[in-house]
């Protein structure tokens, strides 16, 4: 009976997955700023920070990079999603099914839904790294792509289903605990690197220069690891997101917002965290890492002489709770599931999408455990930047097909919305689009170097062009037969 | 009350950075920077979510 009644009240949440979001229900400003602050403060900067230290960033270029690559992704927000999203108050779902029709939106959905889960796995192996310590499980090293323990995997599920639990409430609640969250979380992050800063030799915010370059970001790497640049952090920070702004995933949640301009809400995501938890997080990393350096030595010079085995754990649950004590434990757990839950809310509305008879709450619950379960391989966290990169850049080229569609096609003479108007489960436009883009990454990734991080701005400007393209051609010849037909 | 509540989460947020402020100016060790925080940490969730409350914004 309880649970029946629990189930009725599960089934009753609103969440406007196939209708646009009335007036009564939009939000203003405040709401969105506490969301991007909980959602981009989050468990996997604490992994993303360290891997800059492991590849090798100097001090100028991690800075630079990520003031300037910040400021593209909030800008990508503003005037590429958030006007979409406010001027048509759907989800990115809905609104491909319009462009795309049923069934390719149903393709996308899958390929979408899947690598949300992935990524909300690596924010819940990042908070079991905490959850673990005090059973005193040993943590995955940076070469452990396979679970490495008994204990692991129970952790990793404990974090899981909790999280798993939460997202099947709801936006609501998942927004009410990342606003309440949001300012101790950072504050926390903050006060980690803060606090291990006398460690490394700073004394006075006059060091900090000195000893970032010496001892944090000094511009060497292991032996057998790559080394980025300015070009890799600017990229990689206005990027690291790119499934949510220029992808427009993000419509899912900017069309609650009463303006377009509440886009800019995401600076308050990205820099403090994809700034001020990167660098803080670096900072931890670094206090482990100069005490594998012999005596007589600089961090730059031993880094080359040794393999990426030989570099320490960047298990994050260990170095915040070494920093600021059981606080950087609870932190990390936290900051893993205010992230984890819109990854999976957003996940349980993508392949909601797919089946919209079953209640959104029952497909959320699969989705988490699923979730769990590749939470369970270290490689999702010792990968996370390649992953991320990845995910955006498979997910891009429909954003660019909606920009055009919502922006361009009634200036071109072009039909927008072209599957709902044939009423066609299948735009066969978009599909080309979306595959030989896609094509076209991974050839230049083999045949001429060019590294993940760097294929998204090409690929959506060949998105952007193809799309117009076939549309056209499309378009063009779906008229010819019409107009043959009256004949 | 729901002042009270507010001085009482704001001073949860100051114990939760000034120790590592303090550990940064060399004023305090890291153990006992580590229990003030956690102070701090305590004290923001027992009394945010009474007055910081998510839902009623998202309402606004």
Known sequence: MKFEKFKSNLDSIAEYESAPVPPSRLKGWKSFLGMYAGEHTAGTEFVIGPLFVVHGVTAFDLVTGLLLGNLMAVLSWAFLCAPIATGTRLTLYKKLEKICGRNLARIYNLVNGVMFCFLAGSMIAVSATAVGIPFGIEMPGLGDWMPTSIGWILAVFGVGLVITVVAVLGYDQIARFSNIAAPWMILVFLGAGLAVLPELGVKSFGDFWQVANEKIWVGATAGDVSKFTFWHVMFFAWFANMAMHIGMSDMSILRYAKKWQHGFASAAGVYLGHFFAWMAAGILYAVVLIQIVPQGMTLAGYLPTIGSDQMPSVAPGPLATYAIGISGAICVIVAGWTTANPTIYRAGLAIQAMMPRVKRWKVTLAVGLFTTVAACFPALVMKLLDFVALYGLILMPMGAVIFMDYHLFGKLGLAADYAEKQQSNFNPAAALTWFITLVAAVLLNIFMGVEIFFLGLPGWFLAAMLYVAFSKALQKRETMQTGSATV | ?60
């Open chain 2, 1 to 60: 009350m729901r002042t009270f509540l507010k001085i009482l989460s704001f001073l949860g947020l100051t114990l939760t950075i000034l120790p590592s402020i303090l550990v940064f100016a060399g004023r305090m060790e890291l153990q006992n920077q580590h229990h003030w925080t956690l102070a701090g940490t305590v004290l923001w969730f027992a009394t945010a979510p009474f007055w910081l409350d998510g839902k009623k914004k998202l309402e606004n």
